[in-house]
C-alpha cells in the first residue's frame, strides 16, 4: 500500500517502507518503477525477519557502519539491507528470483565502501 507525505519521508529521501506501507515524497514517484523496486526489496526483507529483527539488525548494522566510516552517508549505503536494495533495484524481475536471506551475501561484502 502506497501512502503518500512529504512529512513523513524524512529529508533527503524519496520513500521509506515499513511494512506493509510504502511512503513516497511525492505522487509523481508512484511511476518510478526502479525506486518502487527498492522500496519492495525492502518489503520483502522485512517479511523475512519478521519486521522487528529487521529493524533491530538495520539499527545495529548502522551504527557499526556510523562507526567504521564517521559519516552518515556512506555508513547508509553500506548497511547490508541497503547494498542489496540499491545493488537490484534496476533489475525489475529482481523478486521473482531472489533467494530467502539474500541480503546477508552483502553483510560482509564491501561493494560501496565509501564512495559517494
Same mark, same amino acid.
Given at each position: ?6 512529512? =513523513? %519521508?524524512?529529508?533527503? #529521501? ?19 518503477? %526502479? =525506486? =518502487? ?10 517479511? *523475512? ?6 529493524? $533491530?539488525? &538495520?539499527?545495529? *548494522? ?6 567504521? #566510516? ?5 555508513? #547508509? ?6 547494498? *542489496?536494495? &540499491? ?6 524481475? &529482481? $523478486? ?10 552483502? $553483510? ?9
Amino acid at each position: 500500500m502506497i501512502i503518500i507525505s512529504k512529512y =513523513l %519521508v524524512p529529508k533527503g #529521501y524519496l520513500g521509506f517502507v515499513c511494512y506493509p506501507f510504502v511512503f513516497l515524497k511525492s505522487k509523481e514517484l508512484k511511476a518510478d518503477f %526502479v =525506486l =518502487l523496486n527498492h522500496e519492495n526489496i525492502h518489503l520483502r526483507q522485512q517479511i *523475512e525477519m519478521l519486521l522487528i529483527f529487521f529493524y $533491530l539488525l &538495520y539499527i545495529i *548494522e548502522f551504527l557499526i557502519r556510523f562507526t567504521q #566510516y564517521k559519516n552518515w552517508h556512506i555508513a #547508509y549505503r553500506n548497511i547490508s539491507f541497503e547494498r *542489496e536494495a &540499491y545493488a537490484n533495484e534496476t533489475h525489475l524481475d &529482481y $523478486l521473482k528470483q531472489r533467494k530467502f536471506w539474500s541480503f546477508l551475501k552483502y $553483510l560482509r561484502s564491501n561493494e560501496f565502501q565509501s564512495r559517494t
